[in-house]
């Protein structure tokens, strides 16, 4: 993973092999059933642990036909950089166990 400072953000960027083909595909962008296009991919990154990575960069909301035109061109097995800004990162994690956890400061003293 390589970071550069930008202006306005800090760019992270990371490379990796597609594990699919890419996709095109919509995603919603309010409440109202507004959609704009998305490319979507899957890659494994280019490190010890081969972290699993899944990309969405959305398009232009009348973008559909040049979204699906990048999708048909990133094929299983092409390497990729991609560029994110920090900001726009969200981590999952599928989970073994789920603990409730309470603040120390929340807990009520017993009175005698």
């Not at 990133?74 to 789920?98: E, Y």
């Amino acid at each position: 993973m390589h970071t550069s400072a930008q202006p306005s953000s800090l760019e992270l960027e990371y490379t990796g092999t597609l594990t699919h083909q890419a996709e095109a595909r919509t995603m919603p962008i309010d409440g109202e059933g507004h959609t704009v296009p998305v490319l979507c991919m899957d890659i494994e990154l280019d490190n010890d642990a081969h972290t699993p990575m899944r990309v969405e960069q959305p398009f232009p909301a009348q973008s559909f036909e040049q979204t699906r035109a990048a999708a048909h061109r990133l094929k299983k097995g092409t390497r990729i950089t991609v560029q994110a800004s920090l900001a726009s990162l969200r981590l999952k994690a599928v989970a073994s166990h789920i603990h409730v956890t309470h603040d120390q400061q929340e807990e009520i003293p017993c009175q005698p």
